[in-house]
Nanobody, 124 residues
């Protein structure tokens, strides 16, 4: 059974930084892309960033380009999201996700496995 567990969220002032982590278990981590999504209050869940199996390719939402960096450590079965220059509009529950297949890029509809989510709050 695939499990994804996020950590590292919290409250930060605008302009600050946070690093989210997501520990995966239940299948061979290095075989699959990983991604981060977020959902703000009253809004639909949206794509944030994704990374290919060997970290050769990455993809970002326009709203976070240049501020967020996704990375992974296959030896630790962990994916990270480094967030800098945070804005109040980045406030959301952040979810780690992984698709069922290994192709790149994964279709947005292909994300089968999700973490429980972690709150990130950016105060102005």
């Amino acid at each position: 059974q695939v499990q994804l567990v996020e950590s590292g969220g919290g409250l930060v002032q605008a302009g600050g930084s946070l690093r989210l982590s997501c520990a995966a278990s239940g299948r061979t981590f290095s075989r699959y892309p990983m991604a981060w999504f977020r959902q703000a209050p009253g809004k639909e869940r949206e794509f944030v960033a994704a990374i290919s199996r060997r970290a050769i390719y990455t993809s970002y939402a326009d709203a976070v380009k240049g501020r967020f960096t996704i990375s992974r450590d296959n030896a630790k079965s962990t994916v990270y999201l480094q967030m800098i220059s945070l804005k109040p509009e980045d406030t959301a529950v952040y979810y780690c996700a992984s698709p069922d297949g290994s192709n790149w890029p994964p279709p947005l509809s292909g994300y089968e496995y999700w973490g429980q989510g972690i709150q990130v709050t950016v105060s102005s």
